[in-house]
């Protein structure tokens, strides 16, 4: 796009007011704008950091709660373990699988009034009994320990926190995850359950197979249920602490535990929310029940449960709000003393430049005869000296190009009067030519006239640059001219001439003139000079070569050294070539010119370099 064509948006661009206007829109922005940036990042970073710092420490706490958590379940899975080392329990469900299984059981030296079956029921449960008791009290917080032989009978001892209601109906299905672990601890998640005595209440238990340390054989299992306020009594400290809620899920995204207790037992709802926890531990914003909240989320190694805190960000963002509002408070106090102090800035800055613009406007009506008072030394007192001076310069000016005025016409009458000398000379160069004809002295004549036409072309004033076809035509008549002299010993080859092609009057001569002069060896019988023409990038190059004697290593280093020397510097040599070589650069600019390159015996080669538009 051209400079001339390109405009800035019309929302960037000054609009016509007073100076008072733009530097009152110039400190309004580098007021508010610092101050505005500063706050917002002030509350951003601020807000960061408690979010960091909130993540960070709930992290902690949660890793704490989950190791708790953690420590409690391991207790149950080495309560479960204590049948298979037991001896009498492993003999009460030996008892218990035989007396089922239809086996007659050992009789015992008790005497007893009971009925067989009746009395065998009594001498198990009296087994198995006092050690149910036992595991029943090692770990608090535990509610009751159940014991199943292989039939699916239960042993058990009253707590007071009642028996399950539901034991015929979750045994298959603990049988069979127990079978399935072959002896190791399986750990079921949150179940609802109701109780003869006391109602519906919240469990997780621990199953496992009791097996037979000399038959490697399953006797039965053992279930170890713990209430659900286990986990409370470990979280409520963290709630209170976070201000938030804790949700515990499994990995099939069943709730252990929830602090609003809605969704305990239960799937929970929002799979969304769970995707976002991926990973052992991390945090994530998200929205839940309406309001936004920060959720810091923790995985268990050993229990595979995921515990989630979520903490709402009204809470976590209540100080910076309260910073952000002082903040900004006193920003605009701020602002609004600034703004008056610009103002009265503004007002004192721009008085005296209303003065100078008065003045300008005078000067530009054609008044020079205007001075601004320099009442201070500051940079409007300067601008108003150079005022002063550029005033004073403008008359000089004035005076100089009234003057340089007159001069050139008086060069333009020398020059009227200096065209009559060219005249005469061609006027004579033909008297000669016509005589040697009338002599029948031919060849005189052709030279008389090819100088003739030479002195036209170099002297004939015109246009600076002329078509390439009529430079050619002046090297031939030139090279036409030598061959007079010399016997035919140059010869000139070049190629097409492009009409279109402008150059510089002149630009050839003289390079052929020095190839001729410089290159012509007197053991070689003829000289061959070619030009060829090419396109390089945006420049057009002419290649003037010649097989000459060429020049020595430092003839050529003088030679280019010549070429580029300023003109203060310059020793007077190679007039032609340095000639081409400041005209190429005046009228081009510097990157164009004369480039030489010459071996001893092979010759030279000139290279002209020149924009090709």
Known sequence: MSRRGFRLPSFLRWPAQRMEGKLLIVFLFLIILPIGILSYVSALRYSDSIERNTAAYVTQMTDKTMGKLDDYIADMRKISIIPSYLDAIQA???????????????????PSLLPGDQQRTIDIQRKIGS?????????????????????????YAVKSSGIRSDLRTVYPKWR???????????????QEVGEWASGK????????????????????MIAVDANIGVIESIVRDMDDTTSGTTLIVDDGGKVIYDSGRQYLGQTWPENDLLRQTAGPEGSFRAASGGERVLTIYKRSEVTGWKALVAIPERTLTAEARLIRNQTLVFATLIVGFALLISLVSAFALTRPLRSLVRLMKKVQKGNLDVVFPVVRRDEIGLVGSAFNRMIDRVKLLIADIYAMEQRKKEAELQSLQQQINPHFIYNTLESIRMTAVLHDDDEVGDMAQLLGKLLRYSIHAGKETVPLAREWEHLRMYVKLLNYRYSDRFALELPEAEEPIQVMKLLFQPIVENAVYHGLDESKPHLRIRIESRVEGADRLFAVADDGGGMEPDTLLRLRSSLNRPPGEWDGRGIGLRNVHERLKLRYGEA?????????????VVTVRLPAG
Request: charged letters at 20%.
């Open 201 to 220: 209440r919240y469990v997780f238990t621990v199953v496992r197979q009791i097996i037979d340390p000399s038959t490697y054989e399953p006797l039965g």
């Open 131 to 155: 050690s149910i008791y036992f595991l029943n009290n090692i770990k608090q917080g535990t509610n009751t320990v159940y014991l199943f032989d292989r039939f699916g009978n239960v042993y």
């Open 92 to 110: 009460g469900l030996k008892m218990s699988n035989q007396y089922y299984e239809g086996r007659a059981l050992p009789e015992e030296n008790v």
């Open 176 to 190: 069979e995850m127990a079978a399935e672990a072959h002896g190791a601890p399986v750990l079921v998640s949150t």
């Open 592 to 604: 164009y010119g004369l480039a030489v390159d010459s071996e001893p015996g092979r010759g030279t």
